[in-house]
């Protein structure tokens, strides 16, 4: 029966894994702990490295150094058909000239299985997916979401120890994109296993994941979870990275006195910050950071800072609206339809919700 084995915490170990494809190093030291049920999505741009170390776990690429363990087994000269892992790629890899029921079976009939055996998996794994009354048709005769459903199914069928996802969505067309998503959610909460999901997508990342590993050149840049992730990024490439649009940032200097710790940047924006532990000593270099939800707009009589309407971006339900501050552009998420371009606003920015970072490294300071 698929399911959970909750007598098993650790799922996966990653320890200091590094990949180098000649003079170019892929993996620096890479060290990832996943327990049991956990759904995690490896995030970062293309060429970050996070397909390499999706198929470093799976055994299709030999890792230079470091360590593979899955639930308290080490792999990592283990054969891929050994280490007990399921992928499933972004082209589907579907046999087209068997039946959904034969490209979902095959992995058991490999296994030696019983005809008998295999009808019940295949029927079992078909109904979780809803995807019965398609067993008799051929790959050519689905659409893309039902043969990446497929896919699924056929990962699903050997109730692996972990689940791998190398981009599975990135062929679907955007409708077909969400609702695939929704499932494999759905099959995450039912089957409680663990899974690895690749993918360059913020969007997939945040409603799929329990936590994120946002990657970078072949670095870590932050573990969390979504909400830390996107709420308290670590450094300036994950507030960058994470959010559409990204989080806006403002060089500037934190300054103390008897008022308390203000933030300037020496020209147009002065804002009170609720930090007093910083800036003891006379003044600090810092970026802040501010996402475009948190910029409001304010009556004209009330504190704030003017700005020109730049560009307004309709997206549907609300408009990204680029503002210029004496020159300092930001954008800010505003309700649809309140602002127009070469219009004078008022601006407040929440400064209980805003980042600070290091000007010299870009690492969050607060």
């Not at 899974?195 to 409603?207: L, P, S």
Request: glycine letters at 8%; charged letters at 25%.
């Amino acid at each position: 029966m698929i399911g959970m084995n909750t007598a098993i915490k650790q799922s996966l170990s990653l320890s200091k894994i590094t990949k180098s494809y000649g003079p170019v190093s892929v993996l620096k030291g890479i060290d990832v702990e996943v327990s049991e049920g956990e759904f995690i999505v490896l995030l970062g741009p293309s060429g970050c490295g996070k397909s390499t170390l999706l198929h470093a776990i799976a055994g299709l690429h030999p890792i230079d150094s470091g360590d593979i363990v899955i639930q308290g087994k080490t792999v990592t000269d283990t054969p891929t058909r050994e280490r007990d892992v399921a992928m499933v790629f972004q082209s589907y890899a579907l046999y087209p000239n068997m039946s959904v029921a034969q490209n979902i079976g095959f992995p058991l009939r490999m296994r030696k299985l019983s005809k008998e055996e295999i009808a019940m998996k295949v029927a079992e794994v078909a109904r979780l997916l809803q995807i019965e009354p398609l067993l008799e048709r051929k790959p050519r005769e689905l659409s893309g979401g039902q043969r990446q459903r497929v896919a699924i199914g056929r990962a699903l069928v050997r109730d692996p120890k972990v689940f791998l996802f190398d981009e599975p969505l990135s062929n679907l067309d955007a409708t077909l994109r969400v609702e695939t998503r929704a499932e494999i959610k759905r099959l995450h909460e039912r089957i409680g296993k663990t899974m690895v999901y690749v993918t360059h997508d913020q969007i997939e990342a945040m409603t799929l994941a329990t936590r994120i590993v946002v990657m970078n050149k072949g670095d870590i840049q932050q573990i969390g979870t979504p909400f830390e992730i996107y709420h308290k990024p670590e450094n300036t490439f994950v507030a960058r990275f994470v959010g559409s649009p990204s989080m806006q940032f403002i060089n500037g200097r934190l300054l103390k006195d008897g008022s308390g710790v203000r933030f300037t940047d020496g020209k147009d924006w002065t804002l009170p910050m609720p930090f007093p532990e910083l800036g003891a000593d006379g003044s600090t270099e810092v970026i802040l950071g501010v996402r475009p939800e948190h910029i409001k707009l304010v009556p004209s009589d009330q504190e704030g800072h003017e700005a020109l309407v730049d560009l307004v971006e309709s997206t549907g339900p609300e408009d990204n609206v680029t503002l210029s501050v004496n020159g300092q552009k930001v954008t800010a998420r505003l309700e649809t339809g309140i602002t127009k371009s070469g219009q004078t606003v008022k601006v407040q920015i929440a400064t209980d919700k805003v980042s600070l970072f290091d000007a010299a490294s870009g690492k969050r300071i607060n």
